[in-house]
C-alpha cells in the first residue's frame, strides 16, 4: 500500500498527465465514422510502438565489453528482439494503414 | 540516478519528445475524418522516427554517455530488420487478411513492451517495480491474446468455450495478482525474485491465450480494439520506467483510443464489456414460441428479374462476404445493377465482420466508392422505401428478435431492419444458425427469400442472370 502511495506521489506529474490524455483520446476519438474504424485502430497500433524507444535506450547503453558478466548478454538479445518487435509493430502499422487509406482514396471519383 | 549537469542536448531531447507527442495526438486527430485521415497517419509516423532519432543522438544513460559506436550499429540493424520485414509484410499482405495482419503487428508491439519490462527488472537502477510488472503483464497478455486472435482470424484456432473457461480464467488472473503482489513485496529475496518474473511471464503468457480462447465470432471486433489499447498501456507503462514523456502519452493515448473503440462495439451489441469477456451467448433464446412460417426459395433467375426492376437496393454484408472472398463478384453485381439505374447502397452494422470496420475495408478493396457505405442508424429510416434488400452472409444483425423478443439473447441490439423493406434475399449456405446460435425469424418471414449456397457462388449465379437479362 506505501509504495502504491509513494509510487503515486514520485509520478505525480505523469499521473496527472495521464488523467488529461484520457480524456483528451476521449475527444479526439469519439464521432470516428464506422468507415475508419480498422485504419484508426491499425494506426493507434502502429503508435504503440513507440516502445522502441524504450528498446534503443535498452540496447544504446548496454555494456558491450561485459558481455559474460551476469545477465548482460541475456539482456542485450532480449533488448535486440524488443527493438526488431517494435519497429515491425510501427512499420507494418502505418505502411498498412496508410494503404487501406489509399484505397479509400481512390474510390473518391 | 546520478545528479547530472542538464546539458542542452537534454532539453532538446525532451523538446523533441513534446513535439512526437503532439504529433502523435494530431496525427490520430486526423485519423478520425476521411478528408484527413491519410496526412493524420503520416503525421504520426513523422511523430515516431523524431522521437527515434532525437533518442539515437541525445540520449545520455545515467553516467552521461550517449549512444555510440557498436551500440548504434546494432541498433540501426535492428531497426532496419524490423522495419524493412513489416513494411514488406503490410504491402505484400492481401487487404482480405487485414484482420490478421493488424493482430499480428499489435502482438509484436506487445512483446516488446513485454521484454523492455523483463530487462528493465533485473536492472538495479529501476525503481519503479510496479509499473514495470504491470507492463510485464500487459504486454504479455497483448502478446500471447493477439497471436490467438490472430489465429482464430486466419482460421488455425477455433473457438472453445466452456463454463468452466471462466473460473479457470479467473483463477489465472488470481495467480498474477498473486505473484506481482510476491515481486512487490521487499522481503522476497531477489534470486526468488528472478525466478518469480519468469513464472509471473508464463503465467500472463498463459493468461492472455486462456482469456481469448473461448471468445469469437460476433465478439471479435471487441477482443481485438481492446488487445489493442492492452499494447497502447503496456508502452505507457515502459514510459514510466524511463520517465518517457513521449512514450507515456503516445501510449495512454492508443490506450484511452482503443478503449474508447472497445466500448463502442459493446454498444453496438448492447452488452456490456464484462460480459463479452466472461460471459457468452447463451443461446437457445427460443423464449416465445412463434408460429414459425415457411421457408421459400428463391432462384438466381428470379432474384436477378427483382433486383434489376427495382429503383432501391440495400445489401447488407456479413462475416460470410469476407469467408467467402465474395466481395469483388458483389461490386460487379453493384455496378451492373447501377448501370440499369438502380441504386445500390451498402448497410454497415459496426460490428459485421471480426474486427471494427472490417466491412468498409472489404468493400474498399473491390472498389466500392465508401460513400456507399450507409451506418446502420442513418439507413434504417429508409427500410420500408427500399425495395429489395440483399443480406449476404450475415446473420444476427439483422434477427428482429433483437427488437421484440425480451427473452433473446441478443434482446436490445441494435439491428439493421430489414425485415421493413418491401422484399429481403438471404444468402446464406444453409439453415444453420448465426455466431450467436439463435433462431432468426426473418428468415420464415413472408416478404423474406432464401437463396442456399456460398456468397461467391450465389452472387455468381445472380451476375451472370443480370447480364442475360
Known amino acids: ?109 | 540516478m546520478d545528479v547530472l549537469n542538464i546539458t542542452n542536448g537534454d532539453i532538446i531531447l525532451e523538446f523533441i519528445y513534446l513535439v512526437s507527442a503532439l504529433l502523435f495526438v494530431v496525427g490520430l486527430k486526423l485519423l478520425s475524418s476521411p478528408d484527413s485521415a491519410r496526412r493524420g497517419n503520416l503525421w504520426a509516423f513523422a511523430g515516431m522516427i523524431l522521437a527515434m532519432i532525437g533518442t539515437l543522438v541525445l540520449h545520455r544513460d545515467g553516467v552521461g554517455n550517449t549512444i555510440k559506436g557498436a551500440n548504434l550499429v546494432i541498433i540501426l540493424g535492428a531497426i532496419a530488420a524490423g522495419g524493412l520485414v513489416g513494411a514488406i509484410v503490410a504491402r505484400r499482405i492481401k487487404m482480405t487478411a487485414m484482420p490478421q495482419l493488424v493482430s499480428f503487428f499489435n502482438a509484436s508491439g506487445g512483446a516488446a513492451s513485454a521484454l523492455v519490462a523483463l530487462i528493465e527488472f533485473s536492472n538495479p537502477d529501476n525503481e519503479s517495480t510496479l509499473v514495470t510488472l504491470l507492463g510485464l503483464v500487459i504486454g504479455s497478455i497483448a502478446f500471447s491474446g493477439s497471436m490467438i486472435a490472430y489465429g482464430k482470424l486466419n482460421g488455425n484456432i477455433k473457438d472453445i468455450f466452456s463454463k468452466w473457461m471462466t473460473y479457470i480464467n479467473l483463477l489465472i488472473l488470481a495467480g498474477v495478482v498473486v505473484l506481482v503482489v510476491l515481486l512487490m513485496l521487499p522481503g522476497t529475496p531477489v534470486e526468488s525474485k528472478q525466478l518469480l518474473v519468469y513464472i509471473l511471464l508464463a503465467v500472463a503468457l498463459v493468461y492472455g491465450v486462456s482469456f481469448v480462447m473461448p471468445i469469437g465470432g460476433a465478439d471479435m471486433p471487441v477482443v481485438i480494439s481492446l488487445l489493442n489499447s492492452f499494447t497502447g498501456i503496456a508502452a505507457a507503462m515502459a514510459g514510466f520506467i524511463y520517465q518517457n514523456q513521449a512514450m507515456i502519452l503516445g501510449g495512454i493515448f492508443v490506450g484511452a483510443a482503443g478503449m474508447i473503440l472497445t466500448l463502442l462495439m459493446c454498444k453496438a451489441m448492447n452488452r456490456s464489456l464484462i460480459n463479452v469477456i466472461i460471459g457468452s451467448f447463451g443461446g437457445g433464446g427460443a423464449g416465445i414460441d412463434r408460429e414459425k412460417g415457411t421457408v421459400k426459395e428463391v432462384s438466381a433467375t428470379d432474384a436477378a428479374v427483382m433486383l434489376n426492376y427495382s429503383s432501391k437496393v440495400v445489401i447488407v454484408p456479413g462475416y460470410g462476404l469476407a469467408v467467402a472472398q465474395a466481395q469483388h463478384i458483389c461490386s460487379e453485381m453493384d455496378e451492373l445493377l447501377e448501370a440499369n439505374g438502380v441504386e445500390v447502397k451498402y448497410a454497415i452494422h459496426p460490428v459485421a465482420g471480426r474486427m471494427p470496420g472490417h466491412m468498409n475495408v472489404l468493400l474498399a478493396e473491390a472498389d466500392v466508392p465508401y460513400e456507399k457505405l450507409v451506418e446502420m442508424d442513418e439507413i434504417n429510416p429508409d427500410m420500408p422505401k427500399t425495395d429489395v434488400v440483399v443480406v449476404i452472409g450475415a446473420n444476427d444483425v439483422v434477427n428482429p428478435a433483437a427488437l421484440d423478443d425480451p427473452s433473446s439473447p441478443i434482446y436490445g441490439m441494435p439491428i439493421i431492419k430489414v425485415h421493413e423493406a418491401k422484399n429481403v434475399i438471404v444468402m446464406k449456405r444453409g439453415m444453420g444458425k448465426g455466431y450467436a446460435a439463435i433462431e432468426n425469424y426473418l428468415f420464415y418471414n413472408e416478404n423474406t427469400r432464401m437463396f442456399f449456397g456460398s456468397a461467391k457462388d450465389s452472387l455468381q449465379k445472380l451476375v451472370t442472370e443480370i447480364k442475360a437479362l
Not at chain 1, 558481455?67 to 548482460?72: H, I, K, M, P
Open chain 1, 1 to 109: 500500500m506505501e509504495s502504491i502511495l509513494q509510487f503515486f506521489y514520485a509520478n505525480k506529474e505523469a499521473i496527472f498527465i495521464i488523467a488529461l490524455t484520457i480524456f483528451l483520446g476521449l475527444e479526439v476519438i469519439s464521432n470516428v465514422p464506422s468507415v475508419l474504424h480498422t485504419p484508426l485502430m491499425s494506426g493507434a497500433n502502429a503508435i504503440s510502438g513507440v516502445i522502441i524507444i524504450g528498446g534503443i535506450i535498452l540496447v544504446g547503453h548496454a555494456d558491450l565489453e561485459n558481455l559474460t558478466e551476469g545477465s548482460n548478454l541475456l539482456n542485450l538479445v532480449l533488448g535486440i528482439f524488443a527493438l526488431l518487435f517494435g519497429t515491425l509493430n510501427v512499420m507494418g502499422g502505418f505502411v498498412v494503414t496508410d494503404r487501406m487509406l489509399e484505397m479509400f482514396k481512390k474510390k473518391k471519383k
